[in-house]
Structures are given as structure tokens and as C-alpha cells.
């Protein structure tokens, strides 16, 4: 028994050593950090339980090792989970905000339990007699070894890398032409490590610096090996150059300038020095790739490579800016933060208005462009003064313990991945990644390490309150696999939608995936939109071909679904400007609806009160309403937010039509025009005005730029009808109509103008 007990908590390690980086899904609506999420937390608590039902079953006592950070790591965990209860939004402190995933409560503790499962049952050897790595002796029955961890890790970033060069010189894609393939890895950023090669250059950073610690730190017993160690040293350096992400190369030049500065002052490798020379060449080549851009020099600035497409990652200014103001909005942020997870909150709640002036302005960040910033913020002071613990003391004692002890890798690698907190957000990997290394250099110190034994034969009655205690844990993991995997479905049911037409199918779908997880407001916001897109379509038919029951039928759903999103996610700009937009749709049917639309749109703007567009669609639904004045305060208030934003401009120059000023209206649109000539709305809207005003020719000239641009624009194409209808064209108004049909099929309005037409 308890050899099973124990195969089961190697195998597991290993098993997610080896497939975290690798492991993606295509078939749920985010197909890496969702599916690393849950195998992450399957195999971490399926080892977990093993270890507890070994020490309590078979072994019938308590061993644990009390390691120099095991308090700071508890403390760190007490503080996440305080968070999670005080959050803002506890859906996404808990399972990690819709989309990201990695972020969450759940997630955490996973990490958790994998240090302490890391430093309990790694074996420690009596002796070391490699720089790198400790040889096999064996002092006791644990199952794990710090060599094995690692060499495991060995040939899983080799399988990275090489599906990365698979993904960027269009491998797969040739591959998908004999094998159909899943369509997310035709894509030229893919890599199974994250979403975007962004994330894949931070973990070949940290494999980089991993790689030039193996070949300083161990012998190698094997030519074959040596020369694979070669091959991916070099080939992930290509693969770096390639990418070139300055983040990546800092991360590699800070982390190796503290070690070469280190190491030399401690003289740790004072019997062969030269063994410096592997890192010293890494910060040369970072140093270089920082400062000058080697890939559009290599591969021509107009090649596919020199072009990938890129992650938008926030920077670090705005970052710390964002987390030091939500941990500074009251007491209850300063010490426990906005709740874990909630980034996306502080983003709305906090974003400075100087971003508003960056062509990112519309993107709703759910990521610091640091993980440190984000614990800031979401955690708040209690926070990062618990995780500035772990870094703290892991730094303090590690540098006093090299100064006798030799060069240990895990040491390394988990000062390269907190100099990429810096740097970057966390992401399941590099998260997994740092705290299986932090484990690995606890082990590695060995002096510290004290072991407490409680033996259940002194005090039998603990037999069975632990007995107890694994009894209730087995049937708690139980219950969480099952709900886990009704989660998953829903997911899956969501990412099935995405990819539907619109229709009654997609709504059953959507109906599918909220019964299964009633709990995210992401499927209620998409379940709302989808009941209205039905209530428009149906309120488009003639009179007299509405079915009036069902129309109110799906009217109520869609505000019932909108009412539910937003008591979920309360504090989700998303829910409240959903909801808004569904009432000021359906206002016509709907009794009251553009008042609550009003609220709705007050609501999404004390939570993003920088934003402009929702200013600009408060004031579209009171000239809706007919109160112009109104809506003329929030343009105005749209235009502080932003006062180049193209909408609002287009929307106060059409209030001088409104006001039956039609020339000042024409003249405030040529203004437009001739400062966003490329705008096919503001094109369209001047073509418009001139049709109004009888400048059919000008109508006509306006209505074929917007085409050119926009070729499939509907409304361009039925007002371009209507000009040569107006000049008797009556074949071009013909084909023009046809289009018009051909985009929105089935249109009654343009069916009809055709008969008459012909």
C-alpha cells in the first residue's frame, strides 16, 4: 500500500512537470491557462491525498518537514483567501477572472500544496558531489528527487520548443494538410505554453538561464546528452531572437548579472572560473537584443517573421500606478486589497486617463504588466508584504548558505522567475514554475530542514481524528471533480456558441452552459445579447408577421438573463453596460426599459468612469428619449474623457441636424472628413447629410469612399440605392439593393423595393 501511495505522488509530480507546459485543450473557450488550471489542481490534489492517506493509513504518523519559509507561505495563503472572502467580485477571486483563469483562489492553494508536497517528499542525499544536481543515495523512502524533477523538465521545454519552430515557420500548417489539426495550432503565435509568444519568450528565459545552469552546475556522464543540451541551449536563444520581447532579455540580463556578480564575489566557482563564461555570454547577447532589433536585421524588416503578431501588455508605469491607487482607495483595499483576482476591476476602477490617448484606449486589461503590481492591488498591503516575506527570506537564506555550500540550480532558476514577476504577469506556467523551484531550493538548503513526527502510537485517538480528517477529504475531492467537470462542460458549451450562427440553437447552447455553471456572468451577458439579437429580429418582420407572444417572451428572457449578469458581477463594467444596451434596444416593446437603461449606463460609469464610450451611449439613449440637453452634458463629458474620439464627434455634429440645422450639420461633418478621411462612419454619415440636403452627386462620391473602405457596409449600400433611385438609376439602385439583400437576407424592406424597382 504504501508503495502505490507512493507511486501515485511521483507519478503525479511528474506527470505535471512534464505536461503543464505542454498540456492545451481546443475544445473549451480559452484553450491554455483553463485546461492547465484544471489539470494543475487534478494531479496536485490527487497527490496531495496520496501523501495524507500514506502518513495516516500506512504509516500511522505524522511527518512534516518545517521549513525557514513554510511561515510566509501560509501567510501568503491566509492572506488570499481573506482576500477572496472581502473581494470585490468573489466569482473571479476564486476560480480567476473569465478568460484568464490563473488568478484565482483555487489555483493558489494548488500552488501551495505543490511546495509543501515538494519539500515533504523530496529524498535528501547525505552527500553532494556535483555542483548541480545531488547524486542518488537515498536517506529515506520519499518518492521524489531533485534530479528527476528536473531532468523531467529537461525534455518538456525541449517539446516546446520544438513545437514553437513548428507553429512559427508554419509546420503545423503543412502538417494540418495529412492530419486535421485543432485550428488554434495553425495559428503562427501558437505554443502550448500560453496564448501568446509573449508568454512563451518569459519561459525560455527561464529555460535559457535553466540550460546555463546545467551545463555550469553538473557533469555530463553521456556525449548524446551534452550535445541535446547544445542543441536546445542554441535553439532557444534562436527562438528568443526571434520573438524579441525586451521583457524576455531583461529578465535573463538582471537574473545572471546578480548570479555572475554573486558567485564572484563568494568565489563559488573558484576550482574552474570559466564555467562563468555560459552566463557572461547570455548577458552579452540580452545586452545586444535590448538595444538593437536582431530579427528584422536577420530575417528583412518586411518578412512574416520580423511581424508576428503581438501580446498588448500593459506597462509597468501604469501598472504600478493602477495597483498603488486601488490599494490606496480605503482601508478595507489597504490591507487585503480588491480582492484577488481583480485586476480587471482596479483596471476600470483606476485606469489614468492618459490612456485614453494610446491606440490600446478600448482594451479592458484583466493582467498587470507585473505580477508584483498586481498583488499590489489585489491583495493590497497585507499582500505583498507577505509575498515580500517568501522573497525575502528565500534571498536571505540562500545567500548565506552559498557561501559554504556549492552552486545549487533550483536557486537559480527561482531567482530568474521573481526577477520575471517584475517584468511580467503570472501565468499558469511561470506561476507552477516558481513555486516547484522555490520548493526544489528549500530541499536544496538542507541544513535548515526539521522534521516533526507525530506517531498516532502514543495518542491512538489521533489515528482516528486524521483518519476522519482523510475520509472527508477524499469525499470533499470528489465532489469538487464532479463540479469541476460540469464546469468544464459548461465551458465547452460556451466555446461551442461562439462559433454558431445566430440563432435559436446558439440561445439553447448558451441555456446549456448557464444551467451547468449558473454562477459566471459571462454566460448571462452572452445569453441576454443572444435572447435580444432573436427580439430584433423579430421586431424587423412586418407588422402583421410578429408573434407578439413570443416576442415578449424573449424580451423578458433577455432582461432576465442582463438582471442576473449583473447581480453576479456586480462590480463588472461589462454586465451593467450589457444590460444598459439591452434596455435602450428594447425600449420600444418594453415599458420602463429606457429608464432602467439609464441606471444601467450610470452604473458601468462609476465603474469606469474614464471610459468615453460609455458616456457617448448614455447620451445616444437620451436623444433617444428625446432630452437633448442631457445627452449634450454627456457628450461633453465623453469628449473629457477623450477628445478625439470619433463617435461622440460624429453624434454632437448630428445634433445640428436634430436641431434642423442641416448646413452647419454638413460643414461640422466635411470638418470630420477632412480630419479622419479613413473613418467609413464618419464617410457615411456626411454621404447621408448630403442626401438630406439634395447634394445627391456629393452623396453618391461620399457613399463609394465609405465602399472602398468598408465593402461589406450595409447601410452604405442602401443609401447608395437610394441615390441612384433618386436619379432615376434604376439598374445600379437594382444591384446595389441586391447586395444590400444578399448581406441581410430575408429583409422584407428591401425585397419590397426591388419588386417595385423591377
Given amino acids: 500500500m504504501q508503495n502505490v501511495l507512493n507511486r501515485i505522488v511521483k507519478i503525479s509530480i511528474y506527470l505535471l512537470v512534464f505536461l503543464l507546459p505542454l498540456f492545451f485543450l481546443p475544445v473549451s473557450f480559452e484553450s491554455f491557462e483553463f485546461n492547465k488550471q484544471y489539470l494543475l489542481f487534478f494531479l496536485v490534489s490527487l497527490a496531495f491525498f496520496a501523501w495524507l492517506a500514506k502518513m495516516v493509513l500506512v504509516d500511522k504518523k505524522i511527518r512534516f518537514r518545517w521549513t525557514p519559509l513554510a511561515f510566509f507561505v501560509l501567510a501568503f495563503l491566509i492572506v488570499a483567501i481573506l482576500s477572496t472572502v472581502f473581494s470585490v467580485d468573489k466569482s473571479s477571486s476564486l476560480f480567476g477572472f473569465y478568460g484568464r483563469f490563473s488568478n484565482g483562489l483555487i489555483g493558489l492553494l494548488s500552488l501551495g500544496a505543490l511546495y509543501f508536497l ?100 553538473q557533469k555530463v556522464r553521456s556525449r548524446l546528452i551534452g550535445l541535446i543540451r547544445w542543441i536546445l541551449f542554441i535553439a532557444t536563444l534562436v527562438l528568443l531572437i526571434i520573438i524579441d520581447f525586451t521583457p524576455a532579455w531583461l529578465i535573463i540580463l538582471v537574473s545572471l548579472i546578480l548570479f555572475v556578480i554573486f558567485s564572484l564575489w563568494r568565489r563559488l566557482f573558484r576550482e574552474n572560473v570559466n564555467r562563468l563564461l555560459i552566463p557572461i555570454f547570455l548577458i552579452i547577447v ?331 451611449e448614455l447620451g445616444k439613449l437620451y436623444l433617444a428619449l428625446g432630452e437633448e440637453q442631457k445627452a449634450r452634458e454627456e457628450f461633453d463629458r465623453a469628449l473629457e474623457q477623450k477628445p478625439d474620439y470619433i463617435d461622440v464627434l460624429i453624434q454632437i455634429a448630428l445634433m445640428s441636424e436634430r436641431e434642423a440645422n442641416i448646413p452647419e450639420a454638413v460643414s461640422k461633418m466635411e470638418d470630420l472628413a477632412g480630419a479622419y478621411p479613413l473613418v467609413p462612419e464618419v464617410l457615411f454619415q456626411l454621404g447621408r447629410l448630403y442626401f438630406n440636403n439634395n447634394q445627391i452627386e456629393e452623396a453618391i462620391t461620399q457613399f463609394k469612399r465609405v465602399l472602398i473602405l468598408s465593402p461589406n457596409h450595409s447601410n452604405a449600400h442602401y443609401s447608395l440605392a437610394l441615390t441612384y433611385v433618386a436619379q432615376g438609376e434604376k439598374d445600379l439602385a437594382i444591384q446595389e439593393f441586391e447586395k444590400v439583400l444578399e448581406l441581410n437576407p430575408g429583409s422584407q424592406d428591401v425585397i419590397d423595393k426591388l419588386e417595385q424597382l423591377r
Avoid at 149 to 165: C, D, G, P, Q
Avoid at 175 to 187: A, G, R
Avoid at 529 to 536: D, F, G, K, P
Wanted: aromatic share 12%; charged share 15%.
Fill in 118 to 217: 515538494i519539500t515533504n517528499n523530496i529524498r535528501i542525499r547525505s552527500q553532494v558531489s556535483t555542483p548541480g544536481l545531488e547524486q542518488e543515495g537515498e536517506v529515506d523512502d520519499r518518492p521524489l528527487s531533485t534530479s528527476g524533477i528536473l531532468t523531467t523538465f529537461f525534455w518538456s521545454s525541449s517539446l516546446v520548443v520544438l513545437a514553437s519552430y513548428f507553429s512559427i515557420f508554419g509546420v503545423w500548417a503543412k502538417i494540418n494538410n495529412l492530419l486535421s489539426l485543432p485550428q488554434v495550432m495553425l495559428q503562427r503565435t501558437f505554443s502550448p505554453v500560453a496564448g501568446s509568444l509573449e508568454g512563451l519568450s518569459i519561459f525560455l528565459a527561464v529555460v535559457a538561464v535553466f540550460l546555463a545552469g546545467l551545463m555550469m552546475g
Fill in 286 to 616: 540580452a545586452a545586444v537584443c535590448i538595444f538593437f532589433q536582431p530579427t528584422r536585421a536577420i530575417f528583412g524588416p518586411d518578412s512574416q517573421i520580423a511581424n508576428l503578431p503581438e501580446e498588448q501588455v500593459l506597462n509597468q508605469r501604469t501598472s504600478w500606478s493602477i495597483g498603488y491607487k486601488s490599494a490606496t482607495d480605503d482601508v478595507k483595499s489597504g490591507f487585503l486589497g480588491s480582492g484577488l483576482g481583480t485586476f480587471h476591476y482596479d483596471f476600470t476602477n483606476q485606469k489614468p486617463i492618459e490612456v485614453n490617448q494610446t491606440w490600446l484606449w478600448q482594451i479592458r486589461f484583466d493582467r498587470a504588466g507585473s505580477y508584483l503590481a498586481e498583488t499590489l492591488g489585489t491583495m493590497g498591503f497585507l499582500g505583498i508584504l507577505a509575498y515580500s516575506g517568501i522573497i525575502g527570506m528565500f534571498l536571505l537564506i540562500s545567500y548565506f548558505l552559498l557561501r559554504t555550500s556549492r552552486f545549487q540550480l533550483p536557486i537559480l532558476l527561482t531567482l530568474t522567475l521573481l526577477v520575471g514577476q517584475i517584468f511580467y504577469y503570472q501565468n499558469t506556467t511561470l506561476a507552477f514554475l516558481f513555486w516547484l523551484a522555490l520548493g526544489l531550493s528549500v530541499v536544496s538548503w538542507q541544513k535548515p530542514l526539521r522534521e516533526k513526527v507525530i506517531s498516532f502510537k502514543e495518542f491512538p485517538e489521533l489515528s482516528l481524528v486524521f483518519s476522519t480528517i482523510v475520509i472527508i477529504l477524499g469525499v470533499a475531492l470528489l465532489a469538487l471533480f464532479f463540479f469541476g467537470s460540469q464546469f468544464y462542460l459548461a465551458n465547452t458549451n460556451y466555446a461551442k456558441a461562439q462559433r454558431m450562427e445566430l440563432g435559436p440553437e446558439r440561445v439553447n447552447v448558451l441555456v446549456n452552459a448557464a444551467r451547468l455553471d449558473p454562477s459566471v456572468p459571462r454566460y448571462r451577458i452572452a445569453l441576454a445579447r443572444a435572447y435580444m439579437t432573436e427580439a430584433l429580429s423579430e421586431m424587423a418582420k412586418p407588422q402583421e408577421q410578429q408573434d407578439a407572444t413570443r416576442l415578449a417572451n424573449i424580451v423578458a428572457e433577455s432582461i432576465n438573463q442582463a438582471g442576473i449578469a449583473t447581480d453576479l458581477g456586480p462590480n463588472q463594467v461589462a454586465t451593467w453596460e450589457t444590460r444598459g444596451m439591452i434596455y435602450r434596444e428594447i425600449r420600444a416593446v418594453a415599458t420602463g426599459a429606457a429608464e432602467w437603461g439609464v441606471r444601467s449606463f450610470e452604473q458601468a460609469i462609476s465603474l469606469e468612469p474614464t471610459n468615453p464610450v460609455l458616456y457617448t
